[in-house]
């Protein structure tokens, strides 16, 4: 997918080292005590130190012996769709259903190669780069994505963001272990039917938890 800028910020913060992004399609290698977290949440604890991903909740696309990827669903930037599709000079003609979305947000998903988009979405037709995460989500780095959505064939259901997360071998697994981060299994109605601003309190709610009981314990650790 084309450069959306000049500048990428990647620090050493949770989700923050570069991993490949060479995302094929291939199933990682686990070692029998690793942990595989591909289609998970995770969840930042509300003692969670960094500013840029507190009250976060991620999407995992990876988790292999190499590291992991992921995408912030619930952080958007001030960009929209529509500005996004602009700004990598998208040829054709935009449909009827494309312009119905065209001022949804783009969202920050997080602080590896912040001047490239990402598209997180439900299956659709054959892309160039795509990484299948389950039978019902899958992670495009690829331009075409974003034709087909602005043409009205793209996927049903999707979530555009600029940069995405990662973590370098055994960096996420240390971050869990700190109890910077709850882990649950992802459901797709918390991804793509819930407002922004619903999906924190709906992940945390998939464990059986009360994030206000959460907030309660983290204030008092």
């Known amino acids: 997918m084309p450069k959306l800028s000049k500048n990428s910020k990647i620090q050493a913060s949770p989700g923050s080292s570069q991993v490949s992004s060479d995302v094929s399609g291939h199933a990682g290698v686990m070692t029998l005590n690793a942990l595989n977290l591909a ?14 991903f507190s009250g976060t909740v991620v999407y995992l696309c990876e988790h292999n012996s190499q590291g992991a990827l992921g995408m912030v669903i619930n952080k958007p930037t001030d960009m929209c769709i529509d500005d996004l599709l602009d700004r990598v000079e998208l040829k054709g003609e935009k449909s009827p259903e494309y312009l119905a979305l065209a001022n949804q947000p783009v969202l920050f998903g997080g602080q590896v190669q912040e001047d490239r988009g990402f598209v ?5 037709d054959a892309y160039s780069s795509t990484l299948k995460v389950t039978e ?5 780095t690829s331009r075409d994505v974003l034709e087909a959505i602005a043409t009205g064939h793209g996927p ?3 979530l555009i963001s ?9 960096q996420l697994e240390g971050e869990i272990a700190g109890n910077a ?7 797709p109605a918390v991804l793509f039917d819930l407002p922004l601003e619903q999906r924190y309190r709906a992940a945390i709610q998939l464990l059986g938890i009360d994030p206000l009981m959460l907030a309660t314990e983290a204030g008092h650790a």
């Open 120 to 124: 997180l979405h439900t299956p659709g």
């Open 156 to 158: 049903s259901r999707f």
């Open 136 to 140: 019902e989500i899958a992670f495009t």
């Open 39 to 52: 289609n998970h949440f995770l969840i930042a604890m509300p003692s969670m130190a960094d500013p840029v």
């Open 162 to 170: 600029v940069g995405y997360s990662g973590w370098s071998a055994g």
């Open 181 to 187: 981060w709850l882990t649950v299994l992802a459901d």
